[in-house]
């Protein structure tokens, strides 16, 4: 079973503080992204990569950046996490090519207070 | 960005009646995907439609393609409440090379 597994469901942090979201997928895929999901506005995406150490920006990059030192994991880092930073994150992976199915985690809800 | 932009954003019905979410868009998309999302889940693939003017059938699920492949539908008949969650659209190929862009979703309740 394919699988895109995402560090934690919940999580609950400070304003200011560093947070990191880890994400693991285990098909061997090239591309992964990264989308906060709030309502009435969608997915939006953050931050993308198609290959270790490459990335790109998204529609909404700032206060956000992202580690891929390996194929198979893509972080995402709030360098000072702010309240208006409180969303359902997902992380995807796919195969090169658009019209290739993304594979989503089961997202992290995270919490600034 | 190229905008996908659905409607309805919401759509409440009772089981056994039929609807339609549109996907709309004024870019050309290479290819279109409808993904379904339940609660504390995250999307999960539908279909995958290439051509233009294609109709792919899955069950009571209905989707087609625009002939101009900037828009897509995807018609459900006799609802179920088993078909409640969140229908996103996504569209791939054009200036959106490398990027998964995605509608705002429109969120379906059917009701027993």
């Known amino acids: 079973d394919v699988k895109v597994t995402q560090s934690s469901r919940y999580l609950v942090k400070r304003t200011g503080e560093k947070v990191f979201l880890e994400c693991v997928q285990d098909?061997?895929?090239?591309?992964m992204f990264w989308y906060r999901q709030d309502p009435g506005l969608g997915l939006r995406l953050i931050y993308f990569?198609?290959?270790?150490?490459?990335?790109e920006k998204g529609d909404i990059p700032e206060g956000y950046s992202v580690s891929r030192e390996k194929k198979e994991r893509f972080s995402l880092i709030l360098e000072s996490a702010s309240t208006n930073q409180t969303s359902m994150y997902l992380c995807?992976?796919?195969?090169?090519?658009?019209?290739?199915?993304?594979?989503f985690g089961q997202g992290t809800r995270l919490t600034v207070v | 960005t190229q905008l996908l932009e659905q409607s309805p954003q919401f759509l409440s019905i009772q089981e056994g009646e039929n609807l339609t979410v549109y996907c709309n868009s004024s870019s050309v998309f290479s290819s279109l995907q409808w993904y379904r999302q339940e609660p504390g889940e995250g999307p999960v693939l539908l279909v995958t439609?290439?051509?233009?003017?294609e109709v792919k059938k899955l069950k009571r699920l209905t989707f087609q393609f625009g002939d101009a492949r900037k828009d897509s539908s995807l018609h459900i008949t006799a609802a179920q409440p088993g078909d409640t969650g969140l229908y996103l659209c996504k569209g791939a190929g054009g200036t959106s090379y490398g990027k998964l862009t995605f509608g705002q979703g429109t969120i379906l309740t059917v009701h027993p």
């Open positions: 990569s198609y290959d270790v150490k490459m990335k």
């Open positions: 098909m061997d895929h090239e591309n």
């Open positions: 995807a992976s796919s195969s090169p090519g658009g019209a290739t199915e993304a594979f």
């Open positions: 439609v290439v051509t233009g003017g």
